[in-house]
């Protein structure tokens, strides 16, 4: 959600992978028009080595 107030959100029904984590997150960053700051916990998918191997590609 921004300052405007949009939001964008994703249903699963199934369960939720790194890769669909990983897949969002590119996602919701090719909208970005500026320098932006997202936040993760230690959720298993936000830990894994996926995750990390794929940081670099989120920057």
Do not use: Y
Not at 5 to 14: C, D, K, L, R, T
Not at 16 to 41: G, S, W, Y
Not at 53 to 59: E, F, G, K
Request: charge should be negative; include cysteine; proline fraction near 5%.
């Amino acid at each position: 959600m921004n300052k405007n107030g949009p939001f964008q959100s994703w249903v699963f029904e199934q369960s939720v992978t790194t890769a669909i984590v990983v897949a969002c997150i590119d996602r919701f960053a090719q909208a970005l028009e500026r320098p932006t700051v997202l936040v993760v916990d230690n959720a298993p998918t936000h830990a894994s080595q996926e995750f990390k191997d794929n940081i670099a590609n989120m920057i």
